[in-house]
C-alpha cells in the first residue's frame, strides 16, 4: 500500500514541480539584455589620424600655392602698371614759346639757305672804296639796329628760360616723388623717362638760349670789323693819291 502511494505521489510531485517552474518563470521578469562593449582600435585610429594630418598639409600647401600665385599676379599687374605724365604738355608749350622767339630773329635769323645772302648785305666787306656819307650812316644804323636786336632777342630767350626753370623746380619735385613711389618695373622706367625729358628740355633750351647769345656776339663783332673797314674806306678816299697838286 506504501509502496502504491508512492507510486501516485512521485508523479503528482514531479508535475506541482514542472507547475511551479513554469508559475515562478511568469512571475519573475526576466533581467534585460546587456549592453555591448566597444573595442577600441589604436592602429586604426593612429591611421586615421596621420591621413587626416596629410590631407590638412595638402591642403595647406594648395592654399599657400594660391596665395603665391595672386602674389606673383598682383606683381605682375604692378610691374604693367603705368604712370601719366600729363606735364608733357606743359614741357611742349614751354620749349614751343622758346622755338617762337628764335622765330623772331630779325636781319639776320637761324635759317642756314638764306644767311651767307643776310650777312653779304648787311656786311659788305668786299667794297673797294668808300660810300657817300649818307649811306655811310644809313648802312652803319642798319648794322647797329641789327646788333641791338640781337641782344634784345638773346635777352628775351634768357627771361624765358628764367621762366622756365622756376616751373622746373616744381616739375623736378613732382617728379622726384613719382618715380620714389613707383610700384613696379614698367612706373620705375616710365618715371626715369620723364625725368630724362625734363633734363633733355632743359639741355634745348640751353642750347636755343647759347645759340641766341653767339649770334648776338657775332653781329656785334661783324658790326665792328665793318666799322674798322668802312674807317679805312673813308681814310683812304680823304687821303686821296697822295699828291696836293698834279705834276705838270
Not at 25 to 44: G, M
Not at 58 to 86: C, D, E, G, H
Not at 127 to 147: F, G, H, N, W
Given at each position: 500500500?506504501?509502496?502504491l502511494f508512492?507510486?501516485?505521489?512521485?508523479?503528482?510531485?514531479?508535475?506541482l514541480?514542472?507547475?511551479?517552474?513554469v508559475i515562478?518563470?511568469v512571475?519573475?521578469?526576466?533581467?534585460?539584455?546587456?549592453a555591448?562593449?566597444?573595442?577600441?582600435?589604436r592602429?586604426?585610429?593612429?591611421?586615421n589620424l596621420?591621413?587626416a594630418?596629410?590631407s590638412?598639409?595638402q591642403?595647406?600647401?594648395?592654399?599657400?600655392?594660391?596665395?603665391?600665385?595672386?602674389?606673383m599676379?598682383?606683381?605682375?599687374?604692378?610691374n604693367?602698371?603705368?604712370v601719366?605724365?600729363p606735364?608733357l604738355q606743359q614741357?611742349?608749350?614751354?620749349?614751343?614759346?622758346i622755338?617762337h622767339?628764335?622765330?623772331?630773329?630779325?636781319?639776320?635769323d637761324?635759317?642756314v639757305?638764306g644767311?651767307?645772302?643776310?650777312?653779304?648785305q648787311l656786311f659788305?666787306?668786299?667794297l673797294?672804296?668808300?660810300?657817300p656819307?649818307?649811306?655811310?650812316?644809313?648802312a652803319?644804323?642798319s648794322?647797329?639796329d641789327?646788333a641791338?636786336?640781337?641782344?634784345?632777342q638773346t635777352?628775351?630767350?634768357q627771361?624765358q628760360?628764367?621762366?622756365?626753370?622756376?616751373?622746373?623746380?616744381?616739375?623736378?619735385q613732382?617728379?622726384?616723388?613719382?618715380s620714389?613711389d613707383?610700384?613696379?618695373?614698367?612706373?620705375?622706367t616710365?618715371?626715369?623717362?620723364?625725368l630724362l625729358?625734363?633734363?633733355?628740355?632743359?639741355q634745348?633750351?640751353?642750347?636755343?638760349l647759347?645759340?641766341?647769345?653767339?649770334?648776338a656776339e657775332?653781329?656785334?663783332?661783324?658790326?665792328?670789323?665793318?666799322a674798322e673797314?668802312?674807317?679805312?674806306?673813308?681814310?683812304?678816299?680823304?687821303?686821296?693819291?697822295?699828291?696836293a697838286?698834279?705834276s705838270?
Amino acid at each position: 500500500m506504501f509502496s502504491l502511494f508512492r507510486r501516485h505521489l512521485k508523479p503528482s510531485a514531479l508535475g506541482l514541480a514542472a507547475t511551479g517552474a513554469v508559475i515562478a518563470a511568469v512571475a519573475v521578469p526576466t533581467a534585460p539584455a546587456r549592453a555591448q562593449i566597444t573595442v577600441f582600435d589604436r592602429t586604426n585610429y593612429t591611421q586615421n589620424l596621420l591621413t587626416a594630418a596629410r590631407s590638412l598639409q595638402q591642403i595647406n600647401n594648395q592654399i599657400q600655392s594660391l596665395q603665391n600665385q595672386a602674389t606673383m599676379l598682383l606683381n605682375q599687374a604692378k610691374n604693367l602698371s603705368r604712370v601719366s605724365f600729363p606735364e608733357l604738355q606743359q614741357l611742349n608749350q614751354q620749349l614751343q614759346q622758346i622755338d617762337h622767339l628764335m622765330g623772331e630773329a630779325q636781319t639776320i635769323d637761324f635759317h642756314v639757305s638764306g644767311l651767307d645772302q643776310q650777312f653779304n648785305q648787311l656786311f659788305p666787306q668786299s667794297l673797294t672804296q668808300a660810300l657817300p656819307a649818307s649811306q655811310q650812316v644809313q648802312a652803319a644804323r642798319s648794322r647797329l639796329d641789327a646788333a641791338m636786336n640781337a641782344y634784345r632777342q638773346t635777352m628775351r630767350v634768357q627771361a624765358q628760360v628764367a621762366e622756365n626753370v622756376q616751373s622746373d623746380a616744381s616739375l623736378l619735385q613732382t617728379l622726384a616723388g613719382r618715380s620714389e613711389d613707383a610700384e613696379g618695373a614698367l612706373q620705375a622706367t616710365q618715371t626715369t623717362n620723364q625725368l630724362l625729358a625734363l633734363s633733355a628740355k632743359q639741355q634745348l633750351q640751353i642750347q636755343n638760349l647759347m645759340a641766341a647769345q653767339y649770334r648776338a656776339e657775332a653781329t656785334e663783332a661783324a658790326r665792328r670789323a665793318q666799322a674798322e673797314i668802312d674807317g679805312r674806306l673813308a681814310t683812304r678816299k680823304f687821303l686821296g693819291s697822295g699828291a696836293a697838286y698834279p705834276s705838270r
